[in-house]
């Protein structure tokens, strides 16, 4: 039988109706999430990225702020566009779009942020506090792709307990942040976590009852490596030209052979994007709750 689908795109829009309801009864203590994205150059994928972040901060009743700066701006400028943000009242949050120009320092870019405002919650506090609280409820934002990831299980009744996971992709926004959630008392899931130096990647997949591939690899997981039954969750985001159209599409790290294994897989697109998009504005509306003293 064919794998079930885990569909971010339905489970996303299922999140905003959800964030709708929250949103107003900020409204009802005189409170309007408002969040900010700050994007440099003109990198057109990035650019679609965030004209639809701000499509769904519309849809839910976020008010949106727009920081667009051209691919020359300096590491100066851009600090004082974050320093701008922290200090305005009306932004409750806020992101700096990734990746940024090979001239601009990310890493100090993103300590900049008021850990406070840090709506993609990759601000070293924040990801620090995930790191340590791993017994503690958390009260700050959490990573969006991972928090995505776990999310899109969850909401389809799968449980993470007590499974062993193996993620491809040891980035700072999805890899290692999801190895930290995943094993937190909560989820209690078995974390390996595989990287270009990585030995034997197959013989780790093959053992897996999950796999969560944020490699950047097209095809980079084929039906042979997949346990019967295992669950699959394809991160990765490449843009490949295809054979037969000619046209740039999105290519996943999973074959579509997977689809004969795997027992749940997540397409690509309309699996962990719609859900990252989503979990943003979770973000949000979170931090202005718990600043309206209502979590
Ligand atoms: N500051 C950040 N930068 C980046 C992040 C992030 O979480 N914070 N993640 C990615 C880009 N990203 C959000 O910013 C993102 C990527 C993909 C999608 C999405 O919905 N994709 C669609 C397909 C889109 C297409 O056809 O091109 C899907 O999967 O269905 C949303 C958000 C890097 N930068």
Redesign the pocket.
Known sequence: MPAQRLD?TATARTIKAELTERVRVLAEHGVVPGLATVLVGDDP?SR??VG?KHKDCAEVGIASIRRDLPESTTQAELEAVIDDLNADPAVTGF????PLPAHIDTDAILERVDPAKDA?GLHPTNLGRLVLRASREIDTPLP??PRGVIELAQRHGLSWDGLDVVVIGRGV?VGRAIGALLTRREINATVTLTHTGTRDLPAHLRRADVIVAAAGVPGIVSAADVKPGAIVLDVG?SRVVDAETGESR?AGDVADDVAEVASWISP???????M??ALLLANVVETAERAAGIR
């Open positions: 971010g994928g679609w990225y639809g992101i700096v779009q990734l993609d969006c792709t926004t985001v999105i690509n697109p309309g699996g962990v994007g719609p990252t998009r």
